[in-house]
C-alpha cells in the first residue's frame, strides 16, 4: 500500500479522535475543522474546480450519512464533524466504504461493550420489545388470553427505584470510525463491498 501525504494526515487524524473520544469522550472541533479546511484547499489547489467538488462532496456525504443518527441522538456531533473531515480528505466513494466498515465495527464493539458493562440483555429486550410488545397485544385482543400480556411483561423493563441514578452508557464511537477506516485505507477485503465502485462509477 503507497501512503500518501494526504493519508497520513488521515491516520494522524484517526488517531487523536480515538484518544480524544477514550480519554474525554468527545471528539473537539479544533481536531476535524482545520481538516476539513486543509481538504478543501489542498484539493483546490491541486485540481482547481474538479479538486474543490471532490473534497466539497466527500464532506457533504460524510456529514450526510451520519446527520439522522446524529438528530436521533445515536451518536455525538464531534462523530459527525469527523466523518466529514476524512470525506473532505479523501472524497466520496471512501468516505461511504469507510462507514459500511464503521458500521460493521461499531455493530461488535457495540456487543462487545455492552456485554462488558452487563447490559447486552437488557437492551436486546428493549429492542425486541419494540417489536414483540405490539405483536403481543394485539394477539390478545385477538384472542382473548391473559397469556400475551404476560409475555409481554417480558419484555417491559423494571421501573427504577425513587432516588435511583439512570445507568448511562458511553460508547466511544470514534473507535469504530477509526477501525473501520483504517480497513477502508488498507482495502482490507477489497472486492468484499463493491457497493461503492457500483454507486461512484
Known amino acids: 500500500m503507497n501512503l500518501i501525504f494526504v493519508d497520513y494526515v488521515l491516520i494522524a487524524l484517526l488517531i487523536a479522535s480515538v484518544a480524544f473520544d477514550l480519554t ?7 481536531l476535524t475543522f482545520p ?32 446527520l439522522i443518527p446524529f438528530m436521533l441522538g445515536g451518536m455525538g456531533g464531534g462523530d459527525v ?3 466529514g473531515a476524512i470525506g473532505a480528505l479523501k472524497g466520496a ?19 462487545i461493550y455492552m456485554a462488558y458493562k452487563g447490559q447486552l440483555l437488557v437492551t436486546l429486550k428493549k429492542v425486541l420489545g419494540m417489536v414483540a410488545k405490539p405483536l403481543l ?10 397469556f400475551f400480556n404476560q409475555l409481554a411483561m417480558f419484555f417491559t423493563p423494571p421501573q427504577e427505584e ?3 441514578e439512570k445507568k448511562e452508557l458511553f460508547f466511544p464511537y470514534g473507535v469504530a470510525i477509526g477501525v473501520g ?21
Open 35 to 66: 481538516v476539513i479546511l486543509f481538504g478543501l484547499i489542498f484539493y483546490t489547489a491541486t485540481g482547481l474546480l474538479n479538486g474543490l467538488l471532490f473534497s466539497l462532496f466527500g464532506f457533504l456525504l460524510g456529514i450526510g450519512l451520519f
Open 162 to 164: 425513587e432516588g435511583e
Open 137 to 146: 397485544g394485539f394477539l390478545a385482543m385477538r384472542f382473548r388470553s391473559p
Open 93 to 111: 466513494e471512501f468516505v461511504f466504504i469507510a462507514t459500511l466498515y464503521t458500521a460493521f465495527c461499531g455493530g461488535i464493539i457495540a456487543i
Open 24 to 30: 474525554q469522550k468527545r471528539i473537539p472541533n479544533f
Open 81 to 83: 464533524k469527523l466523518l
Open 181 to 201: 477506516t483504517l480497513i477502508a485505507l488498507v482495502s482490507f477485503g477489497s472486492g468484499f463491498l463493491p457497493v461503492g465502485e457500483m454507486l461512484f462509477r
